[in-house]
């Protein structure tokens, strides 16, 4: 049977040719000029005499660079994410990498100059009809820049990043990238990618999930050696960076990036440590359906059937705009534009990097989608998440791109968001008991991610970064810190953990987001938040939730609360509640499989 969307995405629209874009290297020059520019205006501009047409000059060519470096970003994101072997692609990579350090440099000599401003001016700056608009953008660069070094330092910083810093990361790209798996089927042998062998820890087939984690771990343990020097030396230049500016805390930065409070973070977390047990619980009830005493950490995914539902893609497209247009017509319209034009890449190949994501072009006002799609209910959620991520930036098209930088956590609300809808109609829609039992099982899984998993990443970064202070870390501790992270967090509820997690995960060997992890979590209960708002009052909630996200890059997350969902996230009530939905599902689970 024909399908109805393709699986392959379609980058020719942005620039015809891919890695060969003869357009995309002139996009490239483009910027290169742009920024020589920028550099001349802010190197002539004098603080004590700056007046509104110089600075609104300057802003003006800060919004296109800024535009453009993304569109060169996102493009070679998807290069090098559809074809791990494309050394085009990769030497694209240290190219834009090399820009963004040039725009960096330039606008820590901006973000000085702005900090010279004396007061009274400054003030007066900010009433002016063009700089109002991102006063509290320009207001929040000005106050970090005055927790940071001399400009020629940072300047240095950004220029010694390079080379020093993010090819750290693109080490970990490579190394993985080259990592193949060979993976009997039907008495063939076939080399699988990472992520295509992740996939199978879904399965429904307990051996088929052991495998699967076997050969992972066997993999990862492989080039453990190597990710270990990655991850050290990422970390330890991010340590001497946050040293020499006299930082001594190290979620100050991941802080300040998601514009929230240490407060904030911490009301979080005890509100889930005091309340885990009934998923522990949870824990116990599936070992028990699986027929195994304990479970070990490649059944934390499975279904609890052997007779789970293959969803196909066009299954899975039609259900996820239907229930899209329950809430938003307008969000549902955005992901069957994004079906239609082929803007997701989902095919079940070797080649492709791991994982997913959802990356925009600011410029051409268009999304990628890329994840490797194999029909499970995972899968289906995965690609609700993607798109809830990619309807989050179409609302902010229409924003200056000044204000279009809405931080990790605040972006994990939407894609949650957008999960929780197609997740609640699946198990609501459910045709009899045991396929309700398996979705409700499916979504109290998410929970059980973002409560524990999650959590356990939070613990294992912040104890590393806190050993990585004093020295070295080897492979043998950091196996030794992720397990004991791992067994804080569920709890001891599992008999076999996953030590080598700390080398197959992405997000730990990431430079542009320092602890990509709690933001999920944040994300995960944020999106509750909305999500009650929806239930109560469904005509008027797509006019709530776009202006939700149109103020998510410019105020913090505590003001973000307090004027839409009228909550202190400071206060443990928000959270606890949260939580409460969440529970519901568990007893719901506990109660349906009491036989």
């Known amino acids: 049977m024909e399908l109805k969307y393709k699986q392959v995405w379609n980058l020719d629209t942005l620039f015809a040719g891919g890695s060969s874009s003869k357009e995309f290297a002139g996009y490239m020059e483009e910027l290169e000029k742009r920024l020589e520019m920028l550099k001349i205006e802010v190197g002539q501009s004098q603080a004590q005499k700056l007046d509104e047409d110089t600075l609104e000059k300057i802003v003006s060519l800060v919004r296109v660079c800024t535009m453009q470096l993304e569109e060169i970003s ?52 900010l009433e002016t009809p063009t700089i ?76 088929v999930r052991k495998s699967a984690f076997d050969k992972l771990e066997a993999a990862f343990t492989k080039e453990a050696d190597l990710f270990t020097e990655t991850l050290n030396h990422l970390a330890g230049f991010r340590l001497q960076t946050y040293a020499h500016r006299g930082w001594t805390d190290v979620l100050k930065e991941p802080l300040s990036y998601n514009r929230m409070s240490q407060k904030t973070l911490h009301t979080m977390w005890q509100a889930i440590s005091e309340n885990k047990s009934i998923f ?16 070990n950490w490649y059944d934390l995914e499975a279904p609890i059937t052997k007779h789970s539902k293959k969803v196909s893609f066009d299954e899975a497209a039609e259900t996820i705009v239907a229930q899209f247009s ?16 082929s803007w997701i890449e989902a095919e079940d190949r070797s080649g492709k990097r791991p994982g997913g994501f959802c990356t925009s072009f600011p410029d051409s006002k268009e999304t990628r989608i890329f994840m490797t799609y194999a029909g499970n209910a995972t899968n289906v959620a995965t690609l609700a998440h993607e798109l809830g991520h ?44 045991d396929e309700k039992i398996g979705l409700l099982e499916d979504k109290i899984q998410r929970s059980v991610a973002f409560f524990m998993n999650i959590h356990a990443r939070f613990l294992f970064e912040k104890n590393f970064y806190e050993e990585r202070k004093r020295g070295f870390v080897s492979t043998e501790r950091l196996n030794d810190l992720m397990e004991d992270a791992q067994k804080e967090a569920f709890g001891n509820q599992l008999e076999v953990y996953d030590p080598t997690f700390w080398a197959s995960k992405l997000h730990f060997h990431i430079t542009d987001v320092p602890f990509y992890n709690f933001p999920y979590t944040f994300g995960y209960l944020f999106s509750m938040g909305i999500y009650a708002r929806a239930l109560e009052d469904t005509a008027t909630f797509e006019t709530f939730y776009n202006e939700l996200l149109y103020d998510t890059g410019r105020m913090s997350v505590e003001d973000l609360a307090k004027k839409h969902l009228q909550v202190d996230l400071q206060d443990p009530t ?5 939580i409460n939905l969440c529970k519901q599902d568990v007893e719901e689970f506990l109660q349906l499989t009491q036989e």
């Open 280 to 295: 522990y619980t949870y824990l116990q009830r599936k070992a028990e359906l699986l027929g195994v005493e304990k479970l």
């Open 132 to 207: 109002k608009p991102i006063a509290f953008v320009l207001e929040e660069r000005r106050k970090l820049t005055k927790e940071k070094l001399p400009a020629e330092q940072e300047a240095l910083l950004a220029d010694l990043a390079v080379d020093g810093y993010q090819a750290w990361e693109e080490m970990y790209d490579a190394i993985v990238g080259k990592i193949t798996i060979d993976w009997q089927d039907a008495n063939v042998v076939k080399q699988l990618s990472v992520g295509q062998v992740e996939n199978k820890l879904n399965d429904s087939d307990r051996d």
């Open 574 to 578: 928000f959270w606890v509640e949260g």
């Open 326 to 341: 329950e809430f938003s017509p307008k969000m549902a319209q955005f992901a069957q534009n994004a079906f239609e034009k």
């Open 74 to 125: 996102s493009f070679i994101g998807c290069l090098t994410a559809e074809n791990i072997q494309d050394k085009q692609a990769k030497l694209f990579v240290g190219k834009s990498n090399s820009y963004q350090a040039m725009f960096d440099k330039i606008m820590t000599n901006f973000d000085n100059k702005l900090t010279e401003i004396p007061t009274n001016r400054w003030e007066s700056f």
């Open 390 to 433: 990619g309807y989050h930036q179409y609302i902010m098209d229409d924003l200056d791109v000044l204000n279009q930088s809405y931080a990790m956590n605040v972006a994990e609300t939407a894609s949650t968001f957008a999960e929780m809808i197609v997740a609640d109609a699946a198990v609501r829609n459910a045709k009899n008991k």
